[in-house]
């Protein structure tokens, strides 16, 4: 919202700072078609989290009839009340993100609040002007955005081992064997290895932005390849945890279990996909000039 018009930004906040944006970018029958004026919405968005509890809604997708009369990626700003709630979110984890999709049918939303994925995500887009001093709002903002996700990956790792520690403590023999210590602390000692990984992800992205200048290519290469490592090394981590747990990790009331479904939900995202970031960066170590 930040990155919008000044108009845009003192309607969508009107009504004070804490406003709720869901977003919906995954189409399947949804249409955004230009008409006079602006666009009309039809049909169904996925995984729109929040949806039940936001105040807005950005929607994005292909649009056609742009200048050069090539289709357009196109992000556009409705209030949550013009969408229909579709209860479709019945997922293994990550279930109070409520991620349902959402309808619409035939919404008119005028000009004003449509902009392009390319100028949205560009550096100094419009909303640039109202917020100088938030570097997110001048360099391209796509490797930041994209980075997010690896934070609550992290912290339910961390939170499977605090939880796994809780019940060891509690004299569990099955937990307090000298094989389960040894794997404790194979566990402990690659989520301390996550957690530096991604203490330099953030001073990477972070260094770049206070620079006021956008993540180089080869940059980015490694900003995928080690959001791409950190889901590896939690994934490993607790599901360690959960094997040595036995019977006992299966049940539903066991907080480890709710990490480790959350954690396979998350780490199933695009964006921290292995294959795809550690072919490019592997690319680009035998072939620099990839990147030059």
Known sequence: MGRLSLECQTEVFADGPH?????????TTGTIARVPGGVRLNGTWRFASAIDHANWIIVAGPCGGGDDGLPTVLKVVVPASHAQIVDTWDAVGMLATGSNDIRFDDVFVVEKWTVSKAECFAADPAGAKVNADAYLCHVPLLPYCTSWIVGPILGAAEGALNEYIGAARLQSPNLRSAAAGDRLAESAAELACAARLY?????????????????????????????????????????????????????????IQRHWRDLQVMASHVDIGRDRAFAAYASGLLDPAEYA
Do not use: F, M
């Open 19 to 27: 406003q709720l944006v869901a977003t919906a970018s995954a189409p």
């Open 199 to 255: 203490e330099a992800l953030c001073a990477r992205l972070h260094g770049a932005g206070v620079a006021r200048r956008a993540i180089e290519p080869w940059e980015l290469a490694i900003v995928k390849r080690d959001r791409a490592y950190l889901a590896q090394l939690c994934l490993q981590a607790v599901g360690r945890l959960i094997r040595q747990l036995g019977a006992s990790g299966a049940s539903r009331a066991n907080p």
